[in-house]
């Protein structure tokens, strides 16, 4: 099966920086998906990151708060600018393989504290 | 629109022994999928089972095997022999078929087996 690498694992980072969060899979993809799962609850959707074209956002989540990248059909980023304690979650990078088989795939997450 | 719940937030059981996590969902639509997923304390969203809203025959995998009621929109997820590795939080998920990108989330049910 195919691995989807995320990274960094976790990190600690200061009121107001940003951090780049990366999603390698290692064979192209149908869709690209970036998740936020806050600290006891569930998964919430941010965006879908499209290939060679701005993201597309769900309600509530803005491009200037989280920037997506996509260059192609293997690799995205997720950046949370301008963090605040409350962006503290863990954030999870998601794939379809595969449109007419609907089983969305996850990586390994990358749990973010902001102080 | 569509919603998932997941009425119990923690549940434990024996080992070897069977334990029955439930789900029900609402939506208008009559084409879905739904899933169960399971995230131990790596973090790692692992697919567990799908069913298919078309398919009246339940979904099985190995151990794990659902109960799919239709009509009463109830998806229910039963361990059969649980083990240790078994103990995580479990997520029911509901999709649209080939409608758009949104996967829906119940909050999680934590469960813990028992030595």
């Known amino acids: 099966s195919a691995v989807i690498s995320q990274k960094p694992s976790r990190d600690i980072c200061q009121r107001g920086t940003s951090l780049t969060i990366q999603c390698q899979v290692d064979?192209?993809?149908?869709?690209m998906f970036w998740y936020r799962q806050q600290p006891g609850q569930s998964l919430t959707l941010i965006a879908t990151a499209n290939q060679g074209s701005e993201a597309t956002y769900e309600s509530g989540f803005v491009i200037d708060k989280f920037p997506i990248s996509r260059p192609n059909l293997t690799f995205s980023t997720l950046t949370v600018s301008n963090m605040s304690p409350e962006d503290s979650s863990i954030y999870l990078c998601s794939v379809v393989f595969d449109s007419f088989n609907e089983k969305l795939f996850f990586g390994s997450g990358t749990q973010l504290s902001v102080l | 629109a569509q919603t998932v719940t997941q009425s119990q937030p923690e549940m434990s059981v024996q080992e070897a022994e069977t334990v029955t996590l439930s789900c029900t969902y609402d939506t208008s639509e009559n084409n879905y999928y739904l899933f169960w997923y399971k995230q131990p304390p790596s973090r790692q969203m692992i697919l567990v089972i799908r069913?298919?809203?078309?398919?009246?025959q339940n979904a099985t995998e190995n151990r794990f095997s659902v109960n799919f009621q239709k009509a009463a929109k109830s998806f229910s997820l039963k361990i059969s022999d649980s083990q240790l590795g078994d103990t995580a939080m479990y997520f029911c998920?509901?999709?649209?078929?080939?409608?758009?990108?949104?996967?829906?989330f119940g909050t999680g049910t934590s469960l813990t087996v028992i030595p």
């Open positions: 998920a509901f999709k649209l078929t080939n409608t758009g990108n949104q996967f829906y």
């Open positions: 064979s192209q993809v149908t869709m």
């Open positions: 069913q298919e809203a078309y398919k009246q």
